[in-house]
């Protein structure tokens, strides 16, 4: 991928997830992975309250395989098409990445939604069928979440339904305090809702027991670095917090002279695994 298309799209998509808090689903794709030319697998998957996702699974670099598959819990706008970038640059670091479109996002089944909500608890059971149909898809491999902002949510919120099932979690932007968020935005003059009482997303999230790395931006208001280290101190497991400098969402333009589109990230999970 040429640098100035990598430009454009960190663009476009800064853009997208850095307005406010909003869900706002694309149903058309924007590429697909056979686009970039990459060896992928299309899959419907069913949830237990009968919704189809649509699912695609990236093959890993066969020489750098990884043993290892990424699900990808995506944030509050656009739909899986948006990553296949990000997709492909961890596919090619070795990498088996999972990206499905939440229900109401993509091709996957229609489903009413209300932009001004923080999350949907469906999304979570999204999440859960797709972790529950890999795992048996793609058995002897390590499954892991990597989730970004909304996506955390998710990840927290199905964390007790799928922890026998995932390895460890990696969050971008992560979400610890949706009262804080609700009332942050309260203050820009933004309303955002919550789907159900706080204390059940509490609970989920402080349930948290499996390795977990936090990259937090430090011009993040919302999801901030303050946040992520109360959330490490609650947690009896290993937590990670790693500071870079940017915006929310902008880790995979981290040093991106340097090291391209993705690189400094991948290196950080790289990293991350290989201590677990």
Do not use: C
């Given at each position: 991928m040429k640098k100035s298309t990598e430009a454009i799209l960190f663009f476009l998509l800064l853009f997208s997830f850095?307005?406010?808090?909003?869900?706002?689903?694309?149903?058309?794709?924007?590429?697909?992975?056979?686009?970039?030319?990459?060896?992928?697998?299309?899959?419907?998957?069913?949830?237990?309250?009968?919704?189809?996702?649509?699912?695609?699974?990236?093959e890993a670099k066969p020489e750098n395989d990884k043993d290892t598959v990424l699900i990808l819990a995506y944030p509050d706008a656009g739909n899986m098409s948006y990553f296949v970038y990000h997709a492909t640059i961890l596919a090619n670091a070795g990498y088996t990445v999972v990206t499905f479109d939440y229900r109401g996002f993509g091709k996957s089944q229609d489903f009413e939604i209300q932009k001004e909500y923080l999350y949907y608890e469906e999304?979570?059971?999204?999440?859960?069928?797709?972790?529950?149909?890999?795992?048996?898809?793609?058995?002897?491999?390590?499954?892991?979440?990597?989730?970004?902002?909304?996506?955390?949510?998710?990840?927290?919120r199905a964390y007790p339904q799928i922890k026998g099932q995932i390895d460890f979690i990696?969050?971008?932007?992560?979400?610890?305090?949706?009262?804080?968020?609700?009332?942050?935005?309260?203050?820009?003059?933004?309303?955002?809702?919550?789907?159900?009482?706080?204390?059940?997303?509490k609970k989920s999230l402080e349930s948290i027991d499996c390795p977990i790395l936090i990259l937090t931006a430090s011009n993040d208001k919302v999801t901030t670095y303050a946040s992520a280290m109360k959330l490490q101190q609650k947690l009896e497991t290993h937590c990670a917090i790693i500071q870079y400098e940017g915006d929310h969402?902008?880790?995979?333009?981290?040093?991106?002279?340097?090291?391209?589109?993705?690189?400094?990230?991948?290196?950080?999970?790289?990293?991350?695994?290989?201590?677990?």
């Open positions: 850095n307005s406010v808090y909003s869900i706002n689903p694309d149903r058309e794709y924007i590429r697909t992975p056979d686009s970039v030319k990459w060896n992928y697998l299309q899959l419907d998957i069913h949830t237990q309250d009968g919704f189809r996702l649509n699912t695609w699974i990236y999304f979570a059971w999204d999440l859960q069928a797709v972790v529950e149909t890999i795992s048996k898809e793609i058995p002897n491999k390590k499954l892991g979440i990597w989730a970004m902002s909304m996506g955390t949510t998710i990840a927290s990696i969050g971008e932007g992560f979400v610890t305090d949706p009262d804080g968020i609700v009332g942050y935005y309260k203050e820009q003059g933004k309303e955002i809702l919550l789907p159900e009482n706080s204390s059940e997303f969402l902008t880790g995979f333009q981290v040093d991106y002279d340097n090291l391209g589109f993705g690189g400094w990230f991948v290196g950080q999970i790289d990293r991350f695994l290989s201590e677990e």
